[in-house]
């Protein structure tokens, strides 16, 4: 991948002076935009004064210095004008305003619950704009209307302001519901990116439907026509970092015209001019957002220096960039993939070439070097960042990118060739794609193989504490290594990297004899009751995407599902359905009265009849029953009106049933609010359960009649973490604390299981917490 220069054989002294003066300037916006804008000054102010007594000592400690000034200086204003901006106090006052804006970057998908994700695709996009004083607006808005604007291009929107997330330098949310007002021309250079990835993505056509959605999101990071079961695939392997642009897509194109380049004769300088210009064009072509050109940069740095032979440069070049790009946007100081660019140019300039050099030591072929030691450096360099992010730490990432590496560079290749080529002549960039089809061909397969590996990915804390777990991880593994075989050393790394993840991090699961599951699904319902049957269990609602009900239920060796319930048709209950259906003998899916919104009923219809799985409907009094489960239907009794109902309404229609189980009763009441519970309880219905699933996430809208009228000993929140709706209400938990109500949460606990124990129901987590028994 290096290919064009070589990665010299005599040990390489880097030039260390740029790399203080970097972690000021970003040590300085991480903590104004975690802390105190005023963090800034006084981060610069301590540098600057470390810089002047080294100067007085004689040392060079002039970089410092100026970076201890732009730190005090151009961070700390831009987090204050931030955080101070007029829209984020009408944004806190939730206003509706008109604004004028630029698209700053392309529209980005929302899968995320609450949002209406749908296993079809999403119903909503983030575009990123900048209002005319430069502040930062993020725009939520529905996909039809906004997936085609282009960065460059004026916009006017009307919508209604919310809060940003935190620690950003966004300043607020704009909840838009139509398209743009108005809207101008956007730049010629982004009307002829978007042509070019419009004919790679009807060029790649002839190839297989997975492959076909995997070339575009390889070259160009377009991952609409992706198919989620290889997007999850993706993930597990740990080469999910292929389907977006980075880095590495940009070296691989540089490389590619040095190496053309050095073999038509050229020196150096025209080399580097040549790659230079490819750098420029392939950043149109996916376009030149802050995300793109902040990987060019750092990619670049990194391979070119080495392409080059300048290895001494690359740690000075790699530091002022992150000075440059951080003095100039803060925030990426706290943006995952700016941490994850830096980290992995960084092993790619200090690792990759010691590892080349001990293997070529070793008669090791140095193209077989250089494929191996890339990809391992930047993965290994990478890892504890990927694990507090995804909370999961894929134990094949290494083979499998390994496996994958070789056929990287050439699909990319052909598939830029295909790009350029399509608007000229379809025949050519046909041809284009087909070289790439054999090598995306074999990602998918490679995917898909450590996918299917037992164990592929293990559970790992996620967070900061979960990165500091891996970097402790990674460091005993440096040790042992240097152990030349040290038995000890790899014994004590087995046990952190399998006995420490799987039986204190995440013990085994499922627990035996669990009657019921809340799954981890984020910001949704999707509930698992078991049967006595092994394989065998009735699930209630599907969470908002189909990879994490799908994955819930296959931890839990679920194949078989008599019947799916759906409380409501929000997304959050029922975006997830391909999941439960995908690879399951479904017996069928219920529904109630209710029939909104309507977008939701005709995908169940259409998911229902393409797995040849009927949709039945519920009604209050029916039961059903299973070996070792039944289900009473409670409620709802009154039927859908003519019109279009409101949320709240449609909150009020969810199905509620009563499960008898091996633990109990448990009550599942959907995201029923307090005129339905009003109704529950007022209808003589028998509502006691041991364990009773909080209605709609542990809202503020549940009455405290309702839950001790329930009077559980264990209740269950389905709720994301971090979420935008403050759910669960801190009123409800002190109802359910009142009540000495043991609580499982699944943003914290993660899939949180109901079992038997001593005779009465016990909760225990998948992340390791086990609650004993209500006395």
């Not at 004769?265 to 210009?277: D, I, Q, T």
């Not at 990118?401 to 080529?421: D, I, M």
């Not at 549940?702 to 559980?712: N, R, S």
């Amino acid at each position: 991948m290096i290919g064009a220069g070589h990665l010299t054989d005599a040990p390489v002294r880097h030039d260390w002076r740029l790399v203080p003066g970097a972690l000021a300037v970003w040590a300085a916006a991480l903590l104004a935009l975690l802390v105190h804008w005023s963090s800034a000054l006084v981060t610069g102010a301590v540098a600057v004064v470390v810089a002047c007594l080294l100067l007085r000592t004689g040392r060079r400690a002039w970089p410092l210095l100026v970076s201890g000034l732009v730190a005090a200086w151009p961070v700390s204003v831009a987090v204050h004008d931030a955080v101070t901006h007029p829209l984020r106090e009408a944004a806190a006052r939730q206003v509706s305003r008109e604004l004028d804006l630029v698209v700053a970057e392309r529209p980005r998908p929302v899968r995320s619950a609450g949002f209406g994700a749908t296993p079809t695709g999403p119903r909503s996009v983030v575009v990123p704009a900048d209002t005319p004083d430069g502040a930062r607006v993020a725009l939520l808005a529905p996909v039809q209307a906004w997936a085609d604007v282009l960065p460059g291009q004026p916009v006017r929107a009307r919508g209604a302001l919310a809060p940003a997330d935190p620690g950003t330098l966004t300043v607020a949310l704009l909840r838009v519901r139509g398209p743009p007002l108005s809207a101008g021309e956007a730049p010629g250079l982004q009307r002829l990116a978007r042509d070019l990835r419009v004919g790679l993505r009807d060029a790649a056509g002839v190839l297989d439907p997975d492959s076909a959605g995997l070339l575009p999101a390889l070259v160009v990071g377009d991952t609409d026509g992706l198919p989620d079961v290889v997007e999850d695939e993706f993930r597990v392997a740990g080469m999910s970092h292929l389907l977006a642009v980075s880095g590495s897509n940009l070296a691989i194109i540089c490389v590619a015209v040095l190496f053309l380049l050095r073999l038509l004769g050229f020196g150096p300088r025209g080399s580097a001019a040549g790659a230079l210009a490819a750098l420029v064009g392939f950043v149109v072509l996916v376009g030149p957002e802050p995300s793109v050109l902040r990987a060019g940069v750092m990619g670049a740095v990194g391979l070119l220096a080495l392409a080059l032979g300048r290895e001494r440069s690359a740690i000075p070049a790699l530091a002022g960039t992150v000075l440059l790009l951080v003095a100039v946007d803060p925030g990426l100081a706290v943006a995952p993939g700016f941490v994850l660019s830096v980290l992995a140019t960084g092993a790619l300039v200090l690792l990759a070439p010691r590892w080349v050099d001990r293997m070529t030591r070793r008669r090791v072929p140095r193209v077989l070097a250089e494929a191996l030691a890339v990809p391992a450096a930047a993965h290994l360099a990478t890892a504890p960042v990927v694990a507090g992010l995804n909370g999961q730490v894929s134990v094949v990432a290494v083979v499998a990118n390994l496996v994958a590496a070789p056929v990287v560079a050439p699909a990319t290749v052909f598939g830029v060739l295909a790009a350029v080529l399509a608007p000229l002549w379809t025949w050519a960039a046909v041809w284009c794609v087909r070289l790439a089809g054999p090598e995306v061909d074999w990602l998918v397969a490679v995917a898909r193989w450590a996918a299917d590996v037992p164990g592929a990915a293990i559970d790992w804390p996620s967070g900061w504490w979960g990165g500091l777990v891996a970097v402790v991880v990674l460091l005993v593994l440096v040790v042992a290594l240097r152990g030349r075989g040290s038995a000890v050393a790899v014994g004590l790394v087995a046990v952190l990297l399998v006995v420490v993840p799987v039986r204190v991090l995440a013990p085994g699961w499922p627990p035996a004899g669990w009657a019921v599951v809340a799954c981890d699904v984020g910001q949704g319902d999707a509930l698992v009751l078991a049967t006595d049957e092994p394989g065998r269990a009735v699930v209630v609602d599907a969470g908002p995407e189909a990879s994490p009900v799908d994955g819930c239920l296959d931890r839990l060796g679920v194949d078989r599902v008599p019947l799916v319930v759906l409380s409501h048709l929000h997304a959050d209950h029922v975006g997830g359905l391909a999941g439960v259906l995908a690879g399951r003998a479904v017996g069928g899916i219920a529904v109630g009265v209710g029939r909104s919104p309507a977008w939701a009923w005709d995908q169940v219809r259409d998911e229902a009849a393409d797995a040849g799985v009927p949709v039945v409907g519920l009604l209050p009094g029916q039961r059903l029953g299973w070996p070792g489960l039944t289900l009473d239907v409670l409620a709802p009794r009154r039927k859908e009106e003519g019109r279009a109902p409101d949320g709240t309404e449609i909150n009020n229609r969810s199905v509620v049933l009563r499960a008898s189980t091996r633990a109990g009763r448990v009550l599942l009441a959907g995201d029923v609010e307090l005129g339905a519970q009003a109704e529950l309880l007022t209808s003589g219905a028998d509502l006691r359960a041991e364990v009773i699933k909080v209605p709609h996430h542990g809202s503020g809208y549940t009455a405290p009649e309702f839950l001790t009228a329930v009077g559980a000993r264990i209740a269950l929140l389905s709720v994301g973490a971090d979420n935008r709706y403050g759910h669960p209400s801190p009123r409800t938990l002190d109802v359910l604390t009142r009540e000495h109500t043991l609580v499982g949460r699944t943003d914290r606990d993660g899939d949180s299981a109901v079992v038997v124990d001593a005779g009465v129901p016990a909760l225990i987590g998948r992340g390791g917490a086990r609650s004993p028994p209500k006395p």
